[in-house]
C-alpha cells in the first residue's frame, strides 16, 4: 500500500516524539499501577507496623456506605462545576478586554498575572488573612464602607466557607487561562472580522459566529485543565479549613489525604485516589471529544 504525505507526516511526528511518551510512560505507568494495587488490598498502618491483605474491590464497595465520601463527592461536584465556568467566563471576558486596543498596555498584563505567579500555600494564608474573623482586611473594608455592623467569620458557617474556597480558587486560576484565551484570540484571522463586518454583522453576531467557532480548541483545553486543576484542590482546603466546620469544605483530594495520613488507611486511601484519577480522565476525554474541532463532512 502506497502511504500519503499526510500518513507520512504523522509516523514521522510520531517518531519524533516517542522518546518523550516512552520516558511519561516509564514515570507515570508504576505510580498508576502501583497505586491501583494498593486500593485492592487492607493496608493500614498501626503501632509501627504495616498490615496488609488482599481486599479485591472491598474498599471500592466500602465507597458506597461511606457518608463522609459522598459528602465530598457532592462538594467537589459543586465546587468543580462552578469553578469551570466561573473561570471560563471570566477568563474569556478578560481576555476580550486585554484584547481590545485599550487594554494591551503591558501593565494590565503584569497586573493579571500576580495571583498566578503566587505559591499555592502563599495564597492561601494571604487569603487566610484577608478572610481573619479579628484583623482580616475584608471585615475591615466593609467596615469601614458600613456594608456590615460586625465583624463576620467567613469560613465560620459550611455553605460560606465553600463558596469562599471557590473564590480563592477562581482568583488564582483565571489569569492563566485568560492568557491562554488571549492567545487563541490574537491567532483569529481578522479577515474573518472583516468579512463578518461586510456581511452586516456587529460585534455580538461576529463574536458568536467568528470568535467562539474559531477559539473552540483554546476553550476545550482550558476547560480540561481547569477541570482536572478543581478536582485536584488541596492547599486551600488544608490551609484556610482543615475540611471544616463539620465536613463542609471536604474535597475528594483532601479527604484521600486525611483517610491516608491522618487516619493511616492507605488503602482505602487510595481507593479514593483512583476514583479521582477514572473522573479526571474521564471528563477530559468527554471535554475532547465535544469541543475538539472537526473536519466538515465532506470536506477530503
Do not use: C
Not at 192 to 201: E, I, P, Q, T
Request: glycine letters at 8%; charged letters at 10%; aromatic letters at 14%.
Amino acid at each position: 500500500m502506497i502511504s500519503t504525505f499526510e500518513q507520512r507526516r504523522r509516523r514521522t511526528g510520531l517518531f519524533f516524539v516517542a522518546p518523550a511518551l516512552i520516558v511519561l510512560a516509564a514515570i507515570l505507568f508504576y505510580p498508576i499501577v502501583d497505586s491501583i494495587l494498593l486500593a485492592l488490598q487492607r493496608v493500614q498502618l498501626a503501632g509501627g507496623a504495616v498490615t496488609q491483605e488482599w481486599a479485591g474491590f472491598g474498599n471500592f464497595e466500602r465507597l458506597f456506605t461511606d457518608a463522609v465520601f459522598w459528602k465530598a463527592a457532592r462538594n467537589t461536584a459543586y465546587f468543580s462545576v462552578m469553578e469551570v465556568v466561573l473561570v471560563t467566563l471570566l477568563s474569556l471576558g478578560v481576555a476580550l478586554l486585554l484584547n481590545h486596543p485599550f487594554g494591551r498596555s503591558g501593565f494590565f498584563r503584569i497586573l493579571l498575572i500576580v495571583p498566578w505567579a503566587l505559591a499555592p500555600v502563599a495564597n492561601a494564608v494571604l487569603w487566610k488573612w484577608i478572610l481573619n474573623a479579628n484583623y482580616g482586611v475584608l471585615n475591615g473594608m466593609l467596615k469601614s464602607l458600613g456594608v456590615i455592623g460586625n465583624n463576620q467569620v467567613w469560613l465560620g458557617t459550611p455553605l460560606s466557607a465553600l463558596n469562599f474556597l471557590l473564590i480563592v480558587d477562581v482568583w488564582k486560576s483565571v489569569p492563566f487561562v485568560a492568557l491562554l484565551m488571549l492567545a487563541g484570540l490574537q491567532r483569529v484571522p481578522q479577515s474573518l472580522y472583516r468579512a463578518a463586518y461586510m456581511d452586516g454583522a456587529g460585534p455580538w453576531r461576529s463574536f458568536l459566529h467568528v470568535t467562539l467557532p474559531t477559539m473552540r480548541g483554546v476553550i476545550a483545553i482550558a476547560i480540561v485543565l481547569q477541570t482536572i486543576w478543581s478536582l485536584r484542590v488541596f492547599d486551600l482546603v488544608f490551609v484556610l479549613t482543615r475540611g471544616g466546620p463539620a465536613d463542609a469544605t471536604v474535597l475528594l483530594n483532601f479527604l484521600a489525604y486525611r483517610v491516608t495520613f491522618n487516619f493511616l488507611d492507605l488503602g482505602y486511601g487510595a481507593a479514593i485516589a483512583n476514583v479521582i484519577f477514572a473522573l479526571t480522565f474521564l471528563l477530559a476525554a468527554a471535554y475532547v471529544w465535544l469541543l475538539w474541532p472537526r473536519e466538515p463532512k465532506g470536506a477530503r
